[in-house]
């Protein structure tokens, strides 16, 4: 206790470079938890960007490109599967739900989905969250122009409630393919989810059957007139082909059967996949950057322990004095080297306390933000097992590298003795 008291007046005595020490420590760690915290919630946000889904079915390709046009709406389908194959899934007795999902136009580089009205009743995301309006209303099956917009889309276009825009062929941000014949009114705009969704327009079935009525091959058909927006709502715009479409279960003990019907079903080539199976293969294709910002982020408190190291071994030929004459009350040696651990300690201590600190106070202030952009939730809770033992292997880290100059110290203290050194 004499000496923790003695350190601590010794830091007090080197008040301002023992603050900035223990700021430097405390920015370190605040950025080694925050990276953590956001990791590890971006993994659980990655995971969830579709939830209650159980089976996710498209044309036969691989199981990370069908999740990253179906739900992540990057790149496009080997292949479109026929409607009749979408009615004969969604009739099975083990299938609660089913939800088609149709890609291939955009507007202003946004992704266009058509889809049916149960898709605002059954996708979910996040913590099984539903979709909710922030304005207006969902489409209706029986109203083909109608588009509802995701939060990013309406906020970067800055699109009303009532305004019309017109769809584009393909997904390139500039098209010079446009269909200006039938534009879309805007019904409705959603909250923000932080998912995919934030960037799609949504439109129905039919609406996408309707763009296409009097086109052939993937091009209009020049040469024919024609098909106006009135014509087409005369005509049957039921959808021969869609992209893919969302499967929910009656029982979660029937998937892997349903699954394997699915793929070795003899209708057509089509490819059924767990949700989580395939979220998880993605996010371990990208596992090196994750690796590497954790990394670095150790580098970076790695950093700042040394702060603290140059500090104290720059004080030390200053000291002498100071030992000397704890020497001459009858201080030993070891007495000195143990007060520099002590220091070290109390400076690694408080510096982690302090990042805490820091931490806790960031999240209050981005929680919010990175809610509603990002879909991010970081929780306000305490400390998980593993930040604990980051917390403890940091501060085992800073007496270890306390112990460098406890060392000097011990050496410098029996080569002088009682003498006092200027």
Same mark, same amino acid.
């Given at each position: 206790m004499h000496l923790?008291? *003695?350190?601590?007046?010794?830091?007090?005595?080197?008040?301002?470079?023992?603050?900035?020490?223990?700021?430097?420590?405390?920015?370190? =760690?605040?950025?080694?938890?925050?990276?953590?915290?956001?990791?590890?919630?971006?993994?659980?946000?990655?995971?969830?960007?579709?939830?209650?889904?159980?089976? *996710?079915?498209? @044309?036969?390709?691989?199981?990370?490109?069908?999740?990253?046009?179906?739900?992540?709406?990057?790149?496009?389908?080997?292949?479109?599967?026929?409607?009749?194959?979408?009615?004969?899934?969604?009739?099975?007795?083990?299938? /609660?739900?089913?939800v088609p999902l149709s890609l291939g136009d955009s507007h202003h580089g946004y992704r266009v989905l058509g889809t049916s009205e149960d898709y605002f009743n059954h996708y979910q995301y996040s913590r099984k969250k539903h979709l909710a309006l922030a304005q207006g209303r969902f489409f209706t099956d029986?109203?083909? %122009?109608?588009?509802?917009?995701?939060?990013?889309?309406?906020?970067?276009?800055?699109?009303?409630? $009532?305004?019309?825009?017109?769809?584009?062929?393909?997904v390139a941000t500039v098209s010079l393919v446009k269909h200006d014949d039938k534009p879309f009114t805007v019904v409705g705009i959603l909250q923000r989810t932080g998912t995919p969704v934030d960037h799609t327009l949504h439109i129905a079935l039919a609406g996408m059957e309707a763009l296409h009525i009097d086109w052939q091959?993937?091009?209009?058909?020049? $040469?024919? /007139?024609?098909?106006?927006?009135? /014509? @087409?709502?005369? =005509?049957?715009l039921q959808p021969k082909e869609i992209t893919a479409m969302l499967v929910g279960l009656k029982s979660r003990m029937a998937t892997f059967a349903v699954q394997r019907e699915i793929n070795q079903w003899r209708g057509e080539p089509l490819l059924a996949i767990l949700p989580g199976v395939a979220l998880q293969e993605l996010w371990s294709l990208m596992g090196t950057a994750e690796k590497a910002l954790f990394v670095v982020s150790l580098f970076v408190v790695l950093t700042g322990l040394i702060g603290m190291l140059t500090a104290i071994l720059t004080s030390l030929n200053e000291r002498r004095r100071e030992m000397a004459i704890l020497r001459s009350v009858g201080a030993r040696p070891w007495h000195i080297a143990s007060l520099l651990i002590l220091e070290a300690f109390t400076l690694a201590f408080?510096?982690?306390?302090?990042?805490?600190? %820091?931490l806790y106070l960031g999240i209050a202030i981005a929680q919010a933000p990175l809610q509603s952009h990002y879909g991010l939730h970081l929780a306000f809770s305490a400390p998980t097992v593993h930040e604990w033992q980051l917390l403890g292997a940091v501060l085992a880290v800073g007496v270890l590298i306390g112990a460098i100059p406890a060392w000097r110290a011990y050496r410098q203290s029996l080569a002088d003795g009682l003498n006092i050194r200027l």
């Open positions: 923790l008291r *003695i350190a601590l007046r010794s830091l007090n005595n080197r008040r301002f470079t023992a603050l900035l020490t223990i700021f430097a420590i405390a920015l370190s =760690m605040a950025l080694l938890l925050a990276v953590e915290r956001v990791r590890t919630e971006a993994r659980s946000s990655f995971a969830s960007t579709i939830s209650s889904t159980d089976l *996710i079915v498209g @044309a036969r390709s691989g199981s990370v490109n069908l999740l990253l046009y179906s739900v992540f709406r990057i790149g496009n389908a080997t292949n479109n599967i026929r409607w009749t194959s979408f009615e004969h899934f969604a009739q099975h007795p083990q299938v /609660q739900w089913a029986q109203a083909p %122009f109608e588009v509802v917009l995701g939060a990013e889309v309406a906020n970067a276009l800055d699109y009303k409630l $009532g305004q019309e825009l017109v769809l584009a062929h393909g091959h993937g091009a209009p058909a020049y $040469g024919r /007139q024609k098909i106006s927006a009135e /014509q @087409a709502l005369q =005509m049957d408080v510096g982690i306390l302090a990042g805490v600190a %820091f």
